[in-house]
């Protein structure tokens, strides 16, 4: 039975070790030949790599470093997370928090229009995007409309048809 099992197998057999070596080294330069080859990879996020300066303790991450200063009211997670409770509760839908990037004014441009924007939103994964402009906090709460949309009813809402970007964006706040 074993000497079945090996002539259905002849690469097995002692005597043909080194062709089996060099189909091994064949085989493993064929795959690593497309990891990288050609096109370059994406990095995770949309592209923008998922490193954040802050996690805040509702659990939004930020990224804001080489954009605003620590000091700025934009890199206060605390506040954007209140922010975006003040949506939620409005929305009354929950989520959890999501992951923001803050940018400099006109480098976010939209995949849909081709258009520059004060902020995007992007699923799977999950990412907030919104510039450094004077816009930034009403941007995060339009953006949240778009990420709270897209986990309640699987849809972002990317005409805005709702009446959550009228009733909740434009809610007044403190600044801190």
Sequence with gaps: MILLT??????CLPA????????LAFLL????????????????????????????????RLRYAAVVEPSDP?????????????VEDCAGIQAPAPFVIIEKEGALISPL????????????????LIDDSAWTFWSLKHEAVHYL????LGNSDP??????????????????
Excluded: K, W
């Design 16 to 23: 043909n070790r080194p062709a089996m070596g060099a189909l």
């Design 149 to 152: 949309l897209h986990h309640a």
């Design 159 to 176: 005409n805005h048809t709702s009446s959550l970007f009228v009733t909740c964006v434009e809610l007044p706040f403190a600044m801190p």
């Design 113 to 128: 229009d081709s258009l520059p924007h004060n902020g995007l939103y992007y699923s799977d994964p999950d990412l907030i």
């Design 6 to 11: 090996a002539s259905a197998f002849p690469l």
């Design 29 to 60: 330069l064929a795959a690593l030949g497309g990891c990288g080859g050609g096109a370059e990879q994406q990095p995770p996020c949309h592209g923008y790599g998922c490193e954040h300066d802050v996690e805040g303790p509702a659990g939004m």
């Design 74 to 86: 934009r890199a206060n997670v605390v506040f954007l997370e209140q922010l975006y409770q003040m």
